[in-house]
């Protein structure tokens, strides 16, 4: 594959869907900033492969949704790598409870990490990117990760599904907003992904043929599958992909219920 000779930011890197687009950027030669919040081993792990696939990357602690860490963060990728070109804005948590159950805490601190943390870590690439002059060509790139519960409705997940629901119209708003100034903003909502996040369901056997039932492809998702629709994404090749969003899920966004119906 062509080197991308791009500088990126990836939010949640120390793991899961995070861990395997920086390690995918850094394969292609890119410089990346790793951010992790509390995992520092994955962070160093990340960084290793990156290293081990002829990239070179940064590790940066900080939690996305806490405006200052946002901020020295970005002034950190600019000090480092003298500026950047892509935000990958992956970090994001699950706390599940059934609605009644649900503590005021469970619910901000997913919104707090899920939809704050991406509005403000896409809010200091943007300041970076319309300080970028004017060439005619894209100044950079935003990709949110949002997931396929931004359409798909989810019980006893509801300040997850709201979380990302929120992210869809953020990502649409703002991509029409920058548009003009040749900035693209984009999305990719994953479905089940094996991830720690979901570890739970995909390494039981009996909720692993439950889920399977809601995927028609059937297979669960590798991180690799979400980082090859984030490097095209990044690259000049969607250049005329605007305030979209790629479903990487095995068509689990199609109804599958209705895969049988008659
Ligand atoms: C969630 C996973 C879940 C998947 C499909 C993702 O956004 O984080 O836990 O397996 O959606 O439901």
Do not use: M, R
């Given at each position: 594959m062509t080197k991308l000779n791009k500088t990126i930011v990836v939010t949640g890197?120390?793991?899961g869907i995070g861990q395997g687009i920086a390690v995918a950027f850094g394969q292609l030669g890119a410089n990346v900033l790793i951010n992790y919040h509390s995992d520092e081993e994955g962070a160093k792990e990340t960084l290793k492969q990156i290293n081990d696939g002829g990239g070179t990357g940064i590790i940066h602690q900080a939690n996305v949704g806490i405006e200052e860490e946002v901020i020295s963060m970005f002034d950190r990728a600019k000090e480092e790598f003298g500026g950047f070109d892509v935000l990958i804005n992956n970090a994001g948590i699950q706390q599940d409870n059934t609605f009644s159950k649900m503590s005021l805490e469970e619910w901000t601190t997913v919104i707090d990490t899920n939809l704050t943390g991406q509005f403000l870590c896409a809010r200091e690439a943007i300041r970076h990117f319309e300080g970028k002059p004017d060439?005619?060509?894209?100044k950079g790139n935003v990709i949110f990760m949002s997931?396929?519960?931004?359409i798909i409705p989810w019980a006893g997940h509801i300040n997850y599904a709201a979380s990302k629901g929120g992210i869809l119209m953020l990502m649409k708003s703002l991509a029409l907003e920058v548009a003009p100034q040749k900035i693209r903003v984009n999305a990719i909502s994953p479905g089940?992904?094996?991830?720690?996040?979901?570890e739970e369901v995909w390494s039981d056997e009996t909720k692993k043929k439950e889920l399977l039932k809601l995927i028609p492809y059937q297979r669960i998702g590798e991180a690799k599958d979400v980082a090859k629709a984030a490097i095209w994404l990044a690259?000049?090749?969607?250049?005329?992909?605007?305030g979209t969003t790629i479903y990487v899920d095995g068509g689990m966004t199609l109804y599958p219920g209705f895969v049988d119906n008659g």
């Open positions: 890197a120390s793991s060439t005619g060509k894209v997931s396929v519960h931004d089940a992904i094996a991830t720690d996040i979901n690259s000049d090749d969607s250049d005329y992909v605007i």
